[in-house]
């Protein structure tokens, strides 16, 4: 965009030139009206409360009674209180499961697809895998919680094929129930990232494997070297919003687990929610807020920057 | 498409299997909501009886009608004024503002990423000074306000890619911006516009956490917020449970079923912008 508005003198339409008037002052209200009401719904529910979430994690407070202030104390114990840290831990246990799994079984049905999915069978494709992403989660956290249940699908399917040692009630299981849950996300997460991936590979230039075909080259190389690469935008996109998805889980755990056994299965949105409003303690639950947001944005960071087009 | 070749009938395979995994909770449900009342069935097994009369039941106890209600007012109040109120920033941060502005913008983006613990302690006791907590007012404030990092960003990113010449057409012919707002760029929006309904109507429908929170009773809550509910009460009781979820998460299911094109096409470029 090139705009030379300094040139023009504010009130004075000039012949042909536009935009004429931005810069005068009657263009600035308009801009604003136009703006404001967005701008007064984000700051009075968004950057107020977040504003008011570093207050409160600066203090010592119940929630009803007198609060004292408390200086940097709750972050202190977020970042040194082991059960926190397990539970943040946790958090990125959850992003191996929510992110590698689509991301890998993903690039796999791309790579050996390697086209548009046309026809009556692309329609079904992406409609059921779509499935996940349109119902709430708190309703795949019931449907894997029935399917993990001693007498679900998982065990009986286990029992069928010989391996009846291997059932338990992996929800209430302090080894797998992590792992559990990571299987709900990466279920709800599948079928946007394979599609992603799908339609991401159709981009890359059909020539580009007939080159490297004729030079001899392997499948695997041309994985490496030419899908991979082509598909660094998408694997960004599916990377940035599973990442995302697995740090701020909340609902499928408060669903299937409520946390437990123990604190195995314990993720940061769900500790901060009890922080505030079981135990009382609004200022470590604030803290926890801050710390979980900062997380998710200098997780997220050096992926954007890697992934950008750098065209 | 290419005549089958051993890789796509590979792919085929894997893709037929990625299907299976994502149908087979939803038939397990099914299965298990089937089964006689207070008996433990199996995963995955045709009952000999099916017990249709479970979704009449689990109809009757969750209150489907009333939830629906209750999950559609959600949607009306927040839907119809996040699309509008975005549009009209993005169209201010897209047309109206110069570089000068850049940090305008920046700010809504910055809460992109933010996850909606970070400010759901505060949000309570905003909430709760505005005397609106346990109303379905309280759900929908805040979810105007969480939306609007996306909405603005999406309705900016397609007026930038509206031609200038248009807007110079509408100025030359006299109208003012709301006119040329109005008349000119919300119609040639629809698309986008269309796309953004579609997201944010599925947030709020599925929204969980905010109703969890602020809103002690199910009947004021949306669907999610009162599966949860369900699940409390219900809990143990499998068959009532499945039957009683898969009545909650029909509605959308249904409506995607129906806008099966639009709905992915959103799902995807919102992933994508997002």
Known sequence: MSENTASVPGNQRPPVRLPPSRGSRKATMTAWL?????????????????????????LRW???????????????????????????????????????????????????????????????????????QVIPLVAAGIAWSWMFASTGLVNQTLKAVGLSSWARGWLGDFTWAL??????????????????????????????????????????HEFRYI???????????????????????????????????????TVPGLEIYRLAFAHRQVGLASALAIVLMVLVLITIAPVQWFTRDKK | MKAPTPNTLLARGLIVLLMALTLLPFLSMLSAALAPQGTYPNGLQWPADPQWSNFVKAFEVAKMD???????????????????????????????????YKWLYLIFVFGLTLPFEAVITPLYYEVRALGLLNTRFAIILPLIGLYMPFGVYWMRAHFLSVPHDLTEAAQLDGATRWKEFVLVQVPLA????????????????????????????????????????????????????????????LPTVLLFLIFQRQFVAALMQGAVKG
Not at chain 1, 113 to 128: D, E
Not at chain 2, 76 to 94: E, H, S
Not at chain 2, 223 to 233: N, S, T
């Open chain 1, 179 to 220: 792992p559990a849950v990571g299987i709900i996300g990466a279920w709800v997460l599948l079928g946007l990232c394979t599609m992603l991936l799908v339609t991401g590979i159709t981009k890359i230039d059909a020539s580009l494997y007939e080159a490297a075909r004729l030079d001899g080259a392997r499948p695997w």
């Open chain 1, 62 to 132: 119940d929630g009803i009674g007198k609060a004292r202030f408390h200086g940097l104390t709750n972050y202190v114990t977020v970042l040194t209180d082991a059960d926190l840290l397990q539970i943040i831990g946790n958090a990125f246990q959850l992003v191996l499961y929510f992110t590698l799994i689509p991301v890998g079984l993903g690039l796999a049905v791309a790579s050996a697809i390697r086209g548009h999915m046309a026809g009556r069978f692309g329609t079904a494709t992406r409609t059921i895998l779509f499935l996940p």
């Open chain 2, 66 to 100: 009333q939830l629906l209600l209750s999950s559609a007012l959600i949607v009306l109040g927040v839907v119809p004024i996040a699309v509008l109120i975005a549009t009209m920033a993005g169209y201010g941060l897209a047309k109206l503002t110069s570089q000068k």
């Open chain 2, 190 to 249: 629809r698309p986008a516009i269309m796309s953004l309904t579609i997201l944010l109507f599925l947030w709020t429908w599925n929204q969980f956490l905010l109703p969890v929170v602020l809103v002690q009773d199910p009947m004021q809550r949306t669907m999610a917020g009162a599966l949860g509910a369900f699940q409390g009460q219900w809990g143990t009781d499998v068959p009532l449970l499945c039957a009683g979820s898969l009545l909650i998460l």
């Open chain 1, 227 to 265: 899908t991979l690469p082509g598909l660094r935008q998408e694997i960004g996109v599916c990377i940035t919003v599973t990442v995302i998805a697995a740090l701020a889980s909340f609902d499928i755990v408060y669903i299937s687990t409520q946390g437990g056994p123990g604190i195995t299965t």
């Open chain 1, 34 to 58: 136009f703006i404001a009401p967005a701008a007064i719904a984000y700051a009075g529910f968004v950057l107020v409360p977040l504003g008011m979430s570093f207050y409160y994690s600066l």
